[in-house]
């Protein structure tokens, strides 16, 4: 694996997943792997499960890890090309990423969506500097159009919880990613990549959503997309929460009228489902204190696989730096 940003960095999701698997029944086998080697894990934006697991990961590898909060600790950065910086801007992306590559034998870069420019967003104007910039793997700890990690982890679960390989079960699990509601919008990235990478597992996919916050067609193309959240939850096995602002009407918030946030009533209409959430969860508005806290609820279990996802990937990338 010579880099990771998305679904199409991994040669084999079956195997990736039967090794974080592995992973997790003894994260400490390979210590000395990372010995000697250096990751940099650069957050633009807000973390706590992506900043914590990834650290936990790299450790777990024997890795050295240094963590750059740069949009509290590092100069303001400057992204745009050819530009004039006699503003506020003191350092501008190129520079950061060339030394960067002096320090790091691998660096991660979390950066959110801007929610202001459709074009910069789906474009990837941060993550992809750093893809044309890094002389050194770099693996993607969220962008602007998806979460690879968290998609990842999500595989990773929803495995657990379905075993595939029993043959006593003939038929593919129903999987719903819906819609839920929140305060203010919300990037795509999640919602992207959970249906990037849901289509390369084994199961129904189906997406609920309002109408008017259909996701991006280049992440949702022949998936089955409902607009009664009812009538999607019908039968699934697994369930999950997200909320999205509109991508047509550019982060823009649609009024929804009837209630799209996840209880235990809507449960009744499935087959039991698992609920998973990427967390953090706004309770009782995205999904309610009963369907969070109870039997049903798969998202702790998620959050920690989230530590086998990262150690599964730099594991990987860790194996072509040595080749």
Known sequence: MKKFTSVSDVENLQEIIKKALQIKKNPLSETEKGKGKTIGLVFLNSSLRTRLSSQIAAQNLGLNVLTLNAAQEAWNLEFADGAVMNGDTVEHIKDAIEVLNQYCDIIAVRCFAGMKSKEDDVNESILSQFEQHAKVPVVSLESATRHPLQSLADCITITENWHFDKLSVNRKPKVVLTWAPHIKPIAHAVGNSFA????????????????????????????????????????????????????????????????????????????????????????????????????????????????????????????ELSS
């Not at 969860?281 to 609820?297: A, K, P, Q």
Request: negative net charge.
């Open 196 to 319: 990037e990478w849901m289509r390369e597992m084994d199961v129904e996919l189906v997406i609920a959503n309002p109408e008017g916050y259909d996701l991006d067609k280049n992440f949702t193309k022949d998936v089955k997309i409902i607009h009664n959240q009812d009538e999607a939850l019908k039968d699934a096995d697994f369930i999950y929460v997200k909320n999205w602002s509109s991508f047509d009407d550019y982060a823009a918030m649609p009024e929804v009228k009837e209630s799209w946030m996840l209880t235990n009533e809507k449960l009744e209409n499935t087959n039991q489902a698992k609920v998973m959430h990427c967390l953090p969860v706004r309770r009782n508005v995205e999904l309610s204190d009963e369907v969070m806290d109870g039997e049903n609820s798969i998202i702790y279990q998620q959050a920690k696989n989230r530590i086998f996802s990262a150690q599964a990937v730099f594991s990987e990338i860790l194996d």
